[in-house]
Nanobody, 121 residues
């Protein structure tokens, strides 16, 4: 099964920084959205940040809880997206999943296996 490939994550103290990276395999085409979601036990997966409209330039969007602390960047040609996380808080602890939406032949979501981010207080 084709999956996005994630790297980064780990354990960091509160106030620290981590960077996540994700790349889509070469057989996924026409990617228009790439981003990151996170999930904690017993809760629904929530959007952290994403870049929409990649095929026409790209617009970043952030959850209110991470605005000003996280920065998402992407490269459409390389099919990659990075998430730089600064000023991390214990409540940022979660399993982070990379997501991409391709448009060809029809809109379809792709996911990575996820990577753990743990922020200690």
């Amino acid at each position: 099964q084709v999956q996005l490939v994630e790297s980064g994550g780990g354990l960091v103290q509160a106030g620290g920084s981590l960077k996540l990276a994700c790349v889509a395999p070469g057989n996924i085409f026409s990617i228009n959205v790439m981003g990151w979601y996170r999930q904690t036990p017993g809760k629904q997966r929530e959007l952290v940040a994403q870049i929409t409209g990649l095929l026409s330039g790209g617009t970043p969007n952030y959850a209110d809880s991470v605005k000003g602390r996280f920065t998402i960047s992407g490269d459409r040609a390389k099919k990659l997206v990075n998430l730089e996380m600064n000023s991390l808080k214990p409540e940022d602890t979660a399993f982070y999943y990379c997501n991409a939406v391709s448009l060809c032949p029809y809109p379809f979501p792709w996911w990575g296996q996820g990577t753990q981010v743990t922020v200690s207080s």
